[in-house]
C-alpha cells in the first residue's frame, strides 16, 4: 500500500508521534509499516535471534539495543530469517552488520549505524516492554509507518480502510 510519512502527518498530525531522523535505512525495503514488537537489550541479540524465529505476521520488530555502536544485533543471517517468516522490518537502536547483502534482502531495516562485530549470545534481554529512543516512545499495540523520511507511530492503522 503506497504512502509517504510526509502526508500521514499532514493527515493525521494530532496522532502520530514523529521519532527524529537519526536512524539509517540498509534493507532493501525503504517504505513498510505494520503493527509492532517490542525488545530491550544491550549488545546481545539473543532475544532479537528468538523472536525473528517466530512468525511476523507482518510486524516490526523495534530492537533498543540502548545506542551502543560497540557491536551489532543484526546481520544478513537474521534479516534473512526475518523477512522469511513474514516480518515487515527492524528498527534498532544499535548497529547492524553484513550491510551490502541486507540492503539486498526483502525487509525494512533502519539503524543508527554498522559495526563488523557480532553480539554476545548470553540471553539476555526483555520483550513487550515500552521503549523510548529517537525522541519518540515505541508501546506495544502502535502501528509505525517508515519511509525515506523518518519514522512515525500512532495507536492504530491509519492505512486501514473504513
Known sequence: MYFQTADLVDDFFDEVE?????????GAITKFFGPIETIRTFED??????QLESPGHGRIL??????????????????GLAADNGWKGLIINGCIRDSIAVKEIPIGVM????CPKKSIKQN???VG??????NMKFAMGMWLYCDEDGILGSGRNLLATN
Open 18 to 26: 514523529v521519532g527524529w531522523s537519526i536512524l539509517n535505512s540498509y
Open 45 to 50: 541479540n539473543s532475544k532479537v535471534r528468538e
Open 62 to 79: 523495534v530492537v533498543d539495543g540502548g545506542g551502543s555502536l560497540n557491536c551489532a544485533l543484526l546481520g544478513d543471517s537474521l534479516a
Open 111 to 114: 539503524a543508527l549505524g554498522t
Open 124 to 126: 539476555r534481554g526483555e
Open 129 to 134: 516492554l515500552d521503549l523510548f529512543f529517537a
